[in-house]
């Protein structure tokens, strides 16, 4: 015991040696900004200490400076050291936030290494955005099935194992697959196909959407969502009311919707959030129209929610996700949360896409209660387990889906994933029944410089979840050369084969079909990809070998195909470009000849102002062999669409045009269409609002027609400003310059307009008079920040007890700056370079209060003081200085002088020998 307890007191001894830390514990860090943090060394001990080796824990991409000379550290001594960094691309996409170094020391007895971090917090948007190439997608009903593009963007900069679900508002449309999954690096874009069907049962919705919702797999959240527009092409178009989503919140809007139809209505839409009570808030959403032709109405997208503490009720319309079924109607739904990852959730509804109506008419649509139990945490492991009850009397058939997912982070570099899932269908006519299962498992791990993903599921053919008859398997293995380069080989084999139970209808009958549906699809392709970066430019290579296949009752199709995929991207200050190009070798069915087609695709953005430009040239999909009027195989398809986003007059006026041209040889059509969306805000609470939809339609068909249409919306929008709830409290500040330090605002002395403005980690802009507002602000202590970056220094206590409202002016008095730089003095006929970018410049003043600045790759510096006398020295043995400490006086009326600090090389003697 005396042993242990000796060794215990030594090595807390040894440990109080040495105090090595950063400054800051965490930096938050904006892309393309350079920051510093300060790593602080004190030598806790009585004796004399060498730091021999400062050095990082690995090469950190954007670390521009660091100490790398040994130094002695007295007594009782301490150093504050600059780290700089610059937050690139690379940096941004590190993997782990933690920034680590290793510092070496000897003194008399030992020769030690400790280790010191900070944690970088990244200005990052975390979203995934999910979009096609074109703001509608054309859909010909023709065709057993079409296919649209559906491109997936990872906004972050760190990499992502998302799930990708689709669903048909309202129900009507067969998409396959309806979930899939990817695995994004940052800011990689990836590219899916999706196959379309349209239901000939349905007859009273001519027009589809599809909303796609994307869900990270790590911790099961919502990280994006889009609703995806659909076009059927007819020759005579009828257009029940504009494409365009609800912007906004808090908001109601009353516009006059007019069509060339004559199908003309008013429409009301709007959302609020408030509190009821001190423990009840309440939010609420409305969409109506009110048809002016026999007048005529239909309630849509409206709804109430109730929340209180962990426990929130919502009735009216309904959706939900994570059931492995589509739920959507008008019912109930409450869920409650409990731990610190719990939650569960019970519906109810009628899957039915309108709230109550009298303009379409009511039929009954499916009964559906479920229920979800999430459960785990959001680290390690977490999971779902959910049970959907579905009588759908339309269609009489009963079906009941139970699905569990669990999610399982090894450590940072190994995620496993695994779903399983059965269900049971029920004909109630024909007394047919199905059972059915699917099962999942993904893979996602690094070692050392490798990558490795393997995502596979399975469901049988006769499963109702929205993997029903699909095969999937993704497994694709990288290696990362360097920063710049890697390398992957990949495989992907997907396959849909459903089944569905008979029509109920009309009865079985031994080789009658009508009353079945049958479709087939696969895509199996092997690849190796390349990708590698020159300066701004990103380069894509990939050859693969793909073949697919596509069959129905009618007809089957088969194309295999050599492939060459090449992309081409760079971002040029505002200007952004992207190509992509996929050559094919390919053959269809059994027959012997050979064709070359090609797809590329051109987009060209510049700020707001963004250019698509599609070319197709003969059959790239299995699809395309579907549509070949006549015995010609050759074709080509053009799309051309460009968009713009502006705001002018101080912001008050803002809007989008798009418009864009489709001609398809193999679809023998022609399609344009322009749309622009206009808001003008006439006060802070009231803005007017437009739209307007031009669109032509003209086949090129045989017996060709054309067609042409319009749509225009005009409308007033209320903002409302959001109430300062119960228990909470209205925070108002003025800022002011408070140019006689006396806290008054004064004639004479300017407010602070659009200056940033922090409440803890609350951010607020001044207006034009000075002003800032912080509602519902909880009873507390906060730190009021402002204009760190000018060095403004407020002249009032910064710390903020709230237990009521405030409204308060506050004086700033701005600190004046002090610039300065180095120069170098060099011998006759020396031309080395030298660099003093990260040299750290103190500035002491007379009450002992040291300031730091470093100095940036122009060789420039800057402090930002009060007046007064200060002492400003480099302390860097780098280089000798002429004159490494110099004395200035600062006053109130500024400092105009640049300090100058002219240094020489050591150790470098140039001999010039004449002849």
Not at 41 to 48: L, P, R
Not at 88 to 101: A, P, T, Y
Not at 703 to 717: D, E, L, N, P
């Amino acid at each position: 015991m005396f042993v242990l307890l000796n060794f215990s007191w030594g090595f807390a001894q040894e440990k109080k040696d040495i105090q090595i830390h950063f400054e800051n514990d965490s930096v938050t860090v904006e892309k393309g900004s350079t920051f510093t943090n300060f790593l602080i060394i004190e030598n806790k001990s009585s004796e004399e200490m060498m730091i021999q080796n400062i050095s990082p824990q690995e090469q950190y991409p954007g670390l521009l400076f660091y100490p790398k000379t040994d130094f002695t550290l007295g007594p009782g001594q301490s150093k504050n050291l600059p780290v700089k960094l610059i937050a690139n691309v690379d940096f941004m996409k590190l993997r782990s936030n933690k920034i680590q170094f290793q510092v070496s020391y000897a003194t008399s007895k030992v020769t030690r290494a400790e280790n010191a971090s900070f944690f970088v917090s990244k200005g990052e948007n975390k979203n995934i955005a999910i979009y096609t190439a074109t703001y509608e997608n054309f859909i010909n009903p023709a065709l057993p099935q079409s296919s649209i593009l559906l491109t997936v963007e990872n906004q972050g900069y760190s990499k992502r194992t998302v799930k990708i679900d689709l669903q048909s508002i309202p129900d009507g449309l067969e998409i396959l697959p309806k979930q899939q999954t990817l695995s994004l690096e940052g800011l990689e874009k990836q590219t899916l196909e999706i196959k379309i069907a349209v239901r000939k049962q349905n007859t009273l919705y001519p027009e589809f959407n599809i909303n796609a919702i994307v869900t990270d797999l790590l911790d099961n959240k919502i990280v994006g969502s889009n609703t995806l527009y659909l076009v059927i092409l007819s020759h005579n178009r009828q257009i029940a009311r504009g494409n365009e989503a609800a912007s906004g919140s808090n908001f109601a809007e009353m516009s006059y919707n007019e069509n060339s139809s004559g199908f003309n209505f008013l429409q009301l839409r709007g959302n609020t959030a408030f509190r009821m009570s001190e423990n009840l808030k309440s939010r609420f959403n409305i969409g109506a129209d009110y048809y002016f032709e026999d007048g005529l109405y239909n309630v849509y997208d409206t709804w109430l929610e109730l929340e209180r503490k962990n426990t929130v009720l919502r009735l009216g319309n309904v959706n939900s996700s994570d059931y492995d079924y589509p739920v959507f109607g008008r019912g109930g739904k409450v869920s409650t949360r409990f731990g610190n990852s719990n939650q569960i959730e019970v519906l109810a509804l009628e899957s039915n896409y309108n709230l109550y109506g009298t303009y379409f008419q009511q039929t009954e649509g499916s009964t559906m209660v479920g229920a979800k139990y999430a459960f785990g945490n959001a680290k390690s492991f977490n999971g779902k387990v959910s049970y959907i009850f579905d009588h759908d009397p339309r269609f009489n058939v009963d079906t009941q889906v139970a699905n569990a997912v669990t999610s399982l982070l090894i450590n940072e570099k190994h995620i496993i994933r695994t779903e399983v899932g059965v269900s049971n269908e029920k004909g109630l006519l024909n007394k047919d029944e199905n059972t059915g299962a699917s099962m999942g498992a993904n893979y996602e791990g690094k070692i050392g410089k490798w990558d490795i993903q393997s995502f596979n599921s399975f469901a049988t053919k006769s499963y109702a979840g929205i993997k029903r008859g699909s095969f999937f398997s993704n497994q694709r293995i990288g290696r990362q050369f360097s920063a710049a380069q890697r390398a992957f080989i990949q495989y992907q084999h997907s396959q849909v084969e459903p089944e569905f139970l008979s029509f109920q209808s009309e009865p079985i009958q031994p080789g009658n079909t009508s009353n079945l549906r049958y479709y087939f699809n696969s895509t199996e392709a092997l690849g190796l990809g390349y990708q590698f970066s020159l300066k701004k430019w990103n380069f894509l290579l990939y050859p693969k070998v793909e073949k697919q296949k596509t069959a129905n009752f009618y007809t089957s199709q088969e194309l295999f195909s050599y492939r060459l995929e090449a992309n081409i991207s760079t971002t040029l200050g505002a200007h952004g470009l992207n190509l992509t190009a996929e050559y094919s070798y390919s053959k269809e069915n059994d027959n012997p000849e050979w064709f070359n087609s090609l797809k590329t695709t051109l987009s060209y953005r510049y700020k707001s102002f963004s250019l698509n430009g599609t070319a197709q040239w003969n059959a790239i999909s299995v699809f395309d062999l579907n549509s070949y009027y006549d015995g010609n195989r050759n074709f080509a398809n053009y799309n051309v669409y460009a968009s713009y986003n502006f705001q002018m007059f101080n912001h008050n006026l803002t809007g989008s045009f798009s418009a864009g041209t489709f001609y398809s040889e193999l679809y023998k059509n022609l399609n344009s269409n322009i749309t622009g969306n206009l808001e003008y805000k006439i006060s802070p609470s009231w803005s007017t609002t437009g739209y307007f939809n031009l669109s032509g339609y003209k086949s090129t068909a045989e017996y060709a027609t054309s067609g042409s249409y319009y749509q225009f919306r005009v409308g007033i929008k209320k903002y409302f400003t959001t109430a300062t709830t119960l228990g909470n409290h209205k925070v108002a500040f003025q800022f002011f310059e408070d140019k006689n330090f006396n806290g008054l605002l004064e004639s004479g002395e300017s407010v602070l307009a659009n200056e940033i403005v922090k409440l803890d980690n609350y951010v607020a802009i001044t207006d034009k008079n000075g002003k800032v507002v912080f509602q519902n602000v909880p009873e507390g202590t906060y730190t009021l920040k402002m204009n760190e970056s000018a060095g403004a220094r407020l002249m009032m206590d910064p710390v903020i007890m709230v237990h009521a409202n405030i409204n308060r002016k506050v004086g700033l008095v701005k600190n004046i700056r002090v610039s300065g730089k180095l120069t170098e003095i060099r011998q006759a006929y020396d031309v080395l370079e030298t660099d003093v970018t990260g040299i750290v410049v103190y500035a002491k003043s007379e009450e002992g209060m040291i300031y730091t600045a470093v100095v940036n790759q122009k060789n420039e510096f800057e402090f930002f003081l009060k007046d007064g006398k200060y002492t400003l020295y480099i302390e860097n043995d780098k280089y000798s200085y002429t004159q490494p400490s110099q004395t200035i006086q600062v006053t109130k009326e500024g400092y105009s002088k640049t300090v100058v600090f002219e240094y020489k090389k050591k150790d470098t003697t140039i001999k010039v020998k004449k002849f």
